[in-house]
């Protein structure tokens, strides 16, 4: 059974770093598409940033470009997103998500379309003050 769960979340003020982390287990990291989505009270679930083993290529939303960086252990088989320089607006629940059987699709589509992925964690709150 695959199970995907982050941690890392917490209270920062704007400017400031947080590292998550996303522990999965019940797969390995082969042929796989993982990223990191975003929900903000009110708003739609987003894509932060996915990778896909298709390309080898990791997509990064716009706004969150130069300041998150997504890593992969697969010795840990864990998926982190350093995020630096934070804003109020990067405040919402943060989810992991993973899948087997679009990744062929790319990164970029598999963030573009939440539901893409198939496997979700159940989220992590990240909250920005000002």
Not at 69 to 76: E, I, L
Not at 110 to 122: D, P, R, V
Request: net charge neutral.
């Amino acid at each position: 059974e695959v199970q995907l769960v982050e941690s890392g979340g917490g209270l920062v003020q704007a400017g400031g770093s947080l590292r998550l982390s996303c522990a999965a287990s019940g797969f390995t990291f082969g042929d796989y598409a993982i990223g990191w989505f975003r929900q903000a009270p009110g708003k739609e679930r987003e894509g932060v940033s996915c990778f896909s083993s298709s390309h080898g290529y990791t997509y990064y939303k716009d706004s969150v470009k130069g300041r998150f960086t997504m890593s992969t252990d697969n010795a840990k088989n864990t998926v982190d997103l350093q995020m630096d320089s934070l804003k109020p607006e990067d405040t919402a629940v943060y989810y992991c998500a993973a899948d087997f059987t679009r990744f062929l699709y790319g990164s970029r589509w598999l963030c573009l379309n939440t539901s893409g992925m198939e496997y979700w964690g159940k989220g992590t709150l990240v909250t920005v003050s000002s």
